[in-house]
């Protein structure tokens, strides 16, 4: 019951965040807890010296910000679904968005990434 509370709020507040929400600092702290704690979204991109969990959030939280509408609209389209509320943007900030920035890391550190 209280994680099925804490994943409610968590995607609540991903879903604010993608629609243009600011987060609190309390709001970003949850954030970055919840990063730290979570084997999913450091399994792709651990925290280190390099990628604090804060730099981690701020940055996820922008790229979540800048693909959201044609994301959204996509998958909206997509899978003939008639509420944003129902799309898995917590699959997206915990799984999807590492992965890119992982992509994006590996490529940059090959010199490649203009391919």
Known sequence: MYQEVIDK????????????????????????R???????????IPITKKHSAENIVEERM???QKIWPAFSQWW?????INKVEDIPVDTLWRFYI???????EQKRSLGDFSK
């Open 98 to 104: 590492p992965l890119s920035q992982w992509v994006v």
């Open 9 to 32: 709020h968590f995607t609540s507040l991903l879903h604010d965040i993608a629609q243009g929400h600011k987060p609190t600092g309390v709001e970003t702290h949850m954030l970055v």
């Open 76 to 80: 909206l389209q997509y899978l003939k």
């Open 62 to 64: 922008h790229i979540l």
């Open 34 to 44: 919840t990063l730290k704690t979570d084997v999913v979204q450091t399994a792709i």
